[in-house]
């Protein structure tokens, strides 16, 4: 069993900066791929980024390339998101995915055996 944990979202102007956190328990912690999606109400989940078990290989929707850099802390069993520039349309509660299958990040949801609970991000114009 994995529990992962968000947090770090707020409410903050257009143009700001985030950094959401995401802390896994258990000792596996470096196998993980782990993912960032968000869901915006009335709207399915959407992939976000997601960085392999080594670290290696990252991915990015393009809607946030350039503006979103997933990184992790194995020592600390956790997995960042920075957000910089943020637009309105980045409003959404962001959750945090594990892929248990060592491969490489991948942006489908259905691939995440677990995820947490969210955190909520607003960005105001």
């Known amino acids: 069993q994995v529990q992962l944990v968000e947090s770090g979202g707020g409410l903050v102007q257009s143009g700001d900066s985030l950094r959401l956190s995401c802390a896994a328990s258990?000792?596996?912690?470096?196998?993980?791929?782990m993912g960032w999606f968000r869901q915006a109400p009335g709207k399915e989940r959407e992939f976000v980024a997601a960085?392999?078990?080594?670290?290696?290989?990252?991915y990015y929707a393009d809607s946030v390339k350039g503006r979103f850099t997933i990184s992790r802390e194995d020592a600390k069993n956790t997995v960042y998101l920075q957000m910089n520039s943020l637009k309105p349309e980045d409003t959404a509660v962001y959750y945090c995915?594990?892929?248990?299958?060592?491969?490489?990040?991948?942006?489908?949801?259905?691939?995440?055996?677990?995820w947490g609970q969210g955190t909520q991000v607003t960005v105001s114009s």
């Open positions: 960085i392999s078990w080594s670290g290696v290989f990252t």
């Open positions: 995915g594990a892929d248990l299958t060592r491969g490489y990040p991948r942006s489908s949801p259905d691939v995440y055996n677990y």
């Open positions: 258990g000792p596996s912690f470096s196998t993980y791929t």
